[in-house]
């Protein structure tokens, strides 16, 4: 699934230093509002560390409940490609590797899934 940086309104967009960050606020057991934070701020964070080639990417998150998010890469930082990653459990970090270059990330779409039904998809 691909999209441009105009079709991912309201995700963060960038290389992952700094931070990308979404400020998510959820109420009773479910995501009331996800915004991109400013200055990485935040309470569900991705940074970016490893090669130019072998970027990795540390999604955290401050939330009482398990999120799943979208994420997806960019080469040129205008089309964006889906890729997988792992729902993230409180208090939990995920990392994520891709072995080409990546220039940017859209992280977005926050919502919440059973603590069960954590998984990498």
């Given at each position: ?14 290389s ?53 998010f ?8 205008e ?20 072995r080409q ?6 992280l ?14």
């Open positions: 699934m691909e999209a441009t940086r105009n079709e991912l309104a309201g995700f963060a967009i960038g992952g230093r700094p931070a990308l960050a979404l400020q998510v606020d959820v109420v009773d057991g479910k995501v009331a509002s996800a915004v991109p934070a400013v200055d990485g701020g935040g309470n569900l964070r991705a940074v970016r560390s490893g090669t130019d080639d072998e970027p990795m990417l540390t999604v955290s998150g401050a939330l009482p409940v398990a999120v799943k979208d994420l997806y890469l960019s080469q040129d930082g089309r964006f490609t889906y890729t997988s990653s792992c729902a993230l459990t409180p208090g939990i970090s995920s990392f994520e590797m891709w270059p990546v220039r940017e990330f859209a977005g779409n926050p919502r919440v899934v059973a603590n069960g039904k954590v998984r990498c998809e």
